[in-house]
């Protein structure tokens, strides 16, 4: 049986992020799972995701980090809280900061492969480095900073 | 008359990218000029850019820093040799490294600026720094530190 993904356990009103909301039918649709201590997203670009023929564009490669970063913080929480993914109250962050390093170019006609680590985690934000891998070669890093989705985020705030 | 855009005079092989390429019918196709020592950038977000219903996602914000910036570096090469955008040889940047802080949400039912200022400039490397702002507002700042194309990013290279 394979896991939940941490992003099929967000609540619906938080589900329409064109990264990872499996709301948004236009929208990439990550899906994340553990994989130990690490966080693991595989994501096929579109032949559209091109920089240059045949390689990734840069947006793209920091959609993936950002949106696997933040879903990779919230399961943290999840974790050290010892509850599954699917009980509430449920946590969901955004990105406050966010850091990518292009090692080299990404090839675009692979699967790619995110990895993620949480090297830091308070009730504050959490801090979740990643790597993007193609044919096993890690081709870009980043660091996500991520922050509790804050009230000023809903629509309908005062 | 509108100035060209700095991406309306990339070559042909190297118009494809889904931020900023015009030969790219499903990317953003973004088009950046000069205001005095800025570069600007307006681009309207598409519905399904989302993040929470009401809010741009991250990783557009990433995206059009990363191309306003790759293109902002290439107009500088130009300007500096005192060169209009069409001329050859072309100058044409990549992104090593991209940084955003998210300030604060974006609102996604309105045109968003850029805005760009390049803060070290050689031959080997051009560092811009932009913000996005909405309605007048600041919602993100980044800095994008871009790099000549390298051979590696040509399809047929050795």
Redesign the interface.
Known sequence: MTALAFQDAYPD??S????C?RL????LQIKTRWDGEESVTHFRP?P????????V????I???I??HGTGTAAAAMYRAEGRALDTLPAFRF?????????V??TPIDTELEVRGRVTERSDRRVVVSATVSANGVVTAKGTVVAVP??K????NCP
């Open positions: 009103h938080v329409h992020c064109y990264g909301g948004n039918p236009e929208g579109r559209e995701h091109m920089a240059i023929p045949g390689f564009y840069g947006g793209l920091a959609s993936l950002d949106c955004v990105t406050a900061s966010l850091q990518v390093d292009f080299r170019p989705l804050p000023s985020f809903e629509p």
